[in-house]
T-cell receptor, first 111, second 115 residues
C-alpha cells in the first residue's frame, strides 16, 4: 500500500462546476499538506499549503484536512478551462523532511 | 513564494555524453534544494537532497556517481548526468524549501532526451 493514495483520473467536468480532488494517506506523522498544480511539461506550482487539520481558502480554491480520517481535499469553485492540469497532493512530517507525493489527478475542464 | 529557475529547459544529447542542469534560487538563499525526476504520466520521484557546502544525500537506488550534484552557493545547485543513456531521458525538476522548510517551490523543469 502506498503512503499516499490519489485517484489518477482523468476527471472531466464542465466549465463552472465545483471540482473535488482528494488524497488519503497512512502515515499519521504527516503534519503539513500541500496541493500543487502541474501543467504539461512544466514544474509543479504550489497552490495551497496547510498545517494540521482544518480548512484554508484562497480565491476559488479551498483545502481541507481531516487528520482523524487521514484524508485531504482540494475544492475548486467555478472551474475554468485554464484549471485543466494535473493536481498533486503532497505531505510531510515537518522539520525539513522530504515530501511524499500522490500520483496526481488529471483534471480537464471543458467549455 | 520562492522563485526558482532552471537551465536549460530542454536538452538533447548523445548517449555517453554528460549533461549539466542548473537550478537557481532567484529571490531566496536556499541552503537546501531537492532534485526530482518525473517520467510521463507519473508523479515526482525524489533523487537527492542538495545541501549548500556539503555532500548531497541520495535516495535509495539513485547512483551518486552517475548523478553528480553540486551546491556550491546559496543560490545555485547543479545536477550533472554523466555518461547519459537513453533510459536517463526524463523530466528533471529542482525545488527549494520555503521559509518554513516544510513546503517546496519548484523550478520549471528540464527535459532531457538522450539519443
Amino acid at each position: 500500500q502506498k503512503e499516499v493514495e490519489q485517484d489518477p483520473g482523468p476527471l472531466s467536468v464542465p466549465e463552472g462546476a465545483i471540482v473535488s480532488l482528494n488524497c488519503t494517506y497512512s502515515n499519521s506523522a504527516f503534519q503539513y499538506f500541500m496541493w500543487y498544480r502541474q501543467y504539461s511539461r512544466k514544474g509543479p506550482e504550489l497552490l495551497m499549503y496547510t498545517y494540521s487539520s482544518g480548512n484554508k481558502e484562497d480565491g476559488r480554491f479551498t483545502a481541507q484536512v481531516d487528520k482523524s480520517s487521514k484524508y485531504i481535499s482540494l475544492f475548486i469553485r467555478d472551474s475554468q478551462p485554464s484549471d485543466s492540469a494535473t493536481y498533486l497532493c503532497a505531505m510531510s512530517a515537518g522539520g525539513g523532511n522530504k515530501l511524499t507525493f500522490g500520483t496526481g489527478t488529471q483534471l480537464k475542464v471543458e467549455l | 513564494g520562492a522563485v526558482v529557475s532552471q537551465h536549460p529547459s530542454w536538452v538533447i544529447c548523445k548517449s555517453g555524453t554528460s549533461v549539466k542542469i542548473e537550478c537557481r534560487s532567484l529571490d531566496f538563499q536556499a541552503t537546501t534544494m531537492f532534485w526530482y525526476r518525473q517520467f510521463p504520466k507519473q508523479s515526482l520521484m525524489l533523487m537527492a537532497t542538495s545541501n549548500e557546502g556539503s555532500k548531497a544525500t541520495y535516495e535509495q537506488g539513485v547512483e551518486k556517481d552517475k548523478f553528480l550534484i553540486n551546491h556550491a552557493s546559496l543560490t545555485l545547485s547543479t545536477l550533472t548526468v554523466t555518461s547519459a543513456h537513453p533510459e536517463d531521458s526524463s523530466f528533471y525538476i529542482c525545488s527549494e524549501a520555503g521559509t518554513s522548510k516544510n513546503e517546496q517551490y519548484f523550478g520549471p523543469g528540464t527535459r532531457l532526451t538522450v539519443t
